[in-house]
C-alpha cells in the first residue's frame, strides 16, 4: 500500500496555464488505473479533445465551464464527471480562483513515464 500527500507529488506544465500531477501510476505498480491531478489558473483550460478512453473527473476545487459537443455546462467544487470514450470535452477555468480538478483515467491514457500521450484530458 502507498500513502501520499498530493503537495508532495511533482507538477509538470499542461494545457494552457494548466499544471498536472500523476498522483498514483504505473510508477507506483498500478496495473490498472492512472489517477491526476490538474491546477489550472483562472482563465486556463485543459486540451480540447477527445480520445478512446474515458475519463471519471471530480472537481476538487473552484469552477469550470465543460465544453462538449452539447451545450456549456457550469461545473464547480463536488461535480463528479463521467467523460465516455470518443465524447470530446475541455474543461476551461471560468472562475476567478485556480480550478483544480482529478481525473483518473485506464492506464494507456497516460505512460509509464508520466507524459500524457497526446489528447490525454
Ligand atoms: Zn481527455
Redesign the pocket.
Known sequence: MILKRIENVLSQPYGQGAQKKVVIGAADGAPTFVMRIFDVIPGGA??D???D?E?EVLILKGQATLKSDGPDRLVTEGTAIF?PANER?QLVNSGKDTLRFM?C?PLR?EDSSGVAPS???
Open positions: 485543459s486540451s479533445h477527445s480520445h478512453f475519463h467523460i470535452h481525473c483515467v491514457g489528447g490525454s484530458c
